[in-house]
């Protein structure tokens, strides 16, 4: 949380003096180190600074929005936090449904996502004329439909949101069309796990993606939780502020991309391409390599380094073969580190998922983190009103 001024100045690049001037700034925070004479800094406010500089000063290069949240912290040296609890332990020790509740109300007694029998109704019968449509349009498509069935959807007691999002996440699992034969267990992942993939599920398999879904929960200010926050800021239902998640995540840099990932542990892995030859290909193509490297963590994706760990008891499999290959080949060049996708490539490619799975699965496991900021933004207003930097044509006289 804290660093100290000679790691301060040098995450900036500046002298000693400049990092003073920031502080009496009021652009970083700093106190005195218990028991010693020097101060330290607060390591989110030089991350922030040191962002801003990056980005060309929130002009053309990027653009900078701060949001005070309790929910979780990203530490860009490579840990990640849900209400203080590291994301690496939970996804080894708890469930989806606790770090639900975690996440929604500070506790961590799980309590049963399920849908009613009249949700399951209503569920089944608008999929019913969704035959073809693909997954996520289908979940869009089920909750625009069960949102108007539900009078009070305008509750925005935390409470009563969390009761909400149980019923959003049931619906958005069940939306999705089975592929062998149901499962009657509560747990979300055994009743996701038979509509992503034809095989049948042994109790490691449910154990992982569980742990995946818990990984995925949330991740602070993400593309598709930052459009989420924002349509909770106009006081929109837990509903539509689910579909404003799900708008953003269907874009192929967001929750598909997996998909990317995907393809190239299919050439290594059945192409008979080298990783060193599939990764050149796209560094010759001026492409990023999938799945690797990241817009915030500089060293490691703890989401990452978690669930490879797990898939790679696997070790007989051609799947887990080709991963590690691709990982070490990166490795080896020093080029950039694993992201959750390619752990997510590595998940749907060694359970023969569906085509898509890595988005339906980022889908059904954001809606607790989408739900969780709405819950805190609820508390205010219409506080989102960034400004734009005018560089079109000057304004003209009238003619």
Known sequence: MWLTAEQAAGR?????????AYVSRGLISSERTPGERRSRY??????RLAARQRGGGGRAG???????????????????YYRGWDVEDAARTSTFEAIASWLWTGDRTPEPITASPELARAVHQVTRGLSGTANVDRVRAVLAAIRTADPLRHDRRPAAVAATGRSIIAAVVASLPLRQEEATADAVAARLWPRLTDRPPSRRDLEVLDATLVLLADHELAASTLAARVAASTWADPYLVVQAGLAALGGPLHGGASEEAR???????DEGASAAEAIGARLAGGRLVPGFGHRVYRHRDPRA???????????SSPTTRAVAE???TMAARELPFPNVDVALAHLAESAGMIE????????VARVVGWLGHAIEEYEHRLRFRPRAVYIGPAPAPAP
């Open 305 to 315: 380094e978690v669930l490879l760990d797990l898939l790679s008891t696997r070790r």
């Open 263 to 269: 393809a190239l542990v299919r050439e290594v892995r």
């Open 12 to 20: 900036l690049g500046v002298k000693a003096e400049t990092l003073y």
């Open 356 to 363: 898509g799975a890595g988005e339906a699965i980022f889908a």
């Open 62 to 80: 990027g653009l900078e929005i701060i949001v005070e949240s309790s929910l979780t912290l990203l530490d860009p040296e490579g840990r990640l």
């Open 326 to 328: 691709i990982v070490d």
């Open 42 to 47: 607060l390591r989110a406010d030089v991350e």
